[in-house]
Nanobody, 127 residues
Framework: QVQLVESGGGLVQAGGSLRLSCAASGRTFSSGAMGWFRQAPGKEREFVAAISRNGRTTTYADSVKGRFTISRDNTKNTVYLQMNSLKLEDTAVYSC????????????????????WGQGTQVTVSS
């Protein structure tokens, strides 16, 4: 089992920045890929970013490419999402997720590849 706890959400003005953190416990953190997903009110959950277990491979949704950066620190069992140039449409609950175990370079954009999920943290972007 893996427990994931997100933090760092909040209210920010458009154009501002936030950094989300996701702390993992319960198994060797470095054994799986990690992802960030988000869900806005009335919308389906969507992929945001993912990073491989060795941190060498990352992938992003087109909507956040160039603005968001995913990273991980395997010594701290934590994955981060740095969000810059935030837009109103970035408002959502952001959740981190972990795969059960994966190859060193593996990443996935599909939510069903992630069996472990955090509770989420709210990000609200105001005008």
């Amino acid at each position: 089992q893996v427990q994931l706890v997100e933090s760092g959400g909040g209210l920010v003005q458009a154009g501002g920045s936030l950094r989300l953190s996701c702390a993992a416990s319960g198994r060797t953190f470095s054994s799986g890929a990690m992802g960030w997903f988000r869900q806005a009110p009335g919308k389906e959950r969507e992929f945001v970013a993912a990073i491989s277990r060795n941190g060498r491979t990352t992938t992003y949704a087109d909507s956040v490419k160039g603005r968001f950066t995913i990273s991980r620190d395997n010594t701290k069992n934590t994955v981060y999402l740095q969000m810059n140039s935030l837009k109103l449409e970035d408002t959502a609950v952001y959740s981190c997720a972990a795969t059960a175990g994966s190859g060193f370079w593996y990443v996935s954009t599909r939510n069903y590849d992630y069996p472990y999920w955090g509770q989420g943290t709210q990000v609200t972007v105001s005008s």
